[in-house]
C-alpha cells in the first residue's frame, strides 16, 4: 500500500465516523423527543379507535 491509498483509506474511514456520530446523535434526539411526547401526551394520533368521522352513504338513482 502507498502513502497515498492510507491517506485516502483514513480519510474514508474519517467520514464514515463521522457520519456514525452524526446517525447516533439524530436517534439519541428522536428517542428524548418521543419519551418527552409520550410523558405529556402530545401523541400526534388522536382517537385511533373507533368510527371514522365522516361517512358516507351511496344511493343510487331512481329513475326520473
Known amino acids: 500500500m502507498t502513502d ?17 456520530e452524526a ?7 428522536q428517542a428524548d423527543r418521543a419519551a418527552d411526547s409520550e410523558a405529556h401526551g402530545a401523541s400526534k394520533i388522536h382517537g385511533e379507535h373507533g368510527a371514522a368521522g365522516n361517512n358516507r352513504m351511496f344511493r343510487r ?3 326520473g
Open 4 to 20: 497515498a491509498d492510507r491517506k485516502a483509506s483514513r480519510a474514508r474511514g474519517d467520514a464514515k465516523a463521522k457520519f456514525r
Open 23 to 29: 446517525l447516533e446523535r439524530k436517534r439519541n434526539h
Open 61 to 63: 338513482k331512481s329513475g
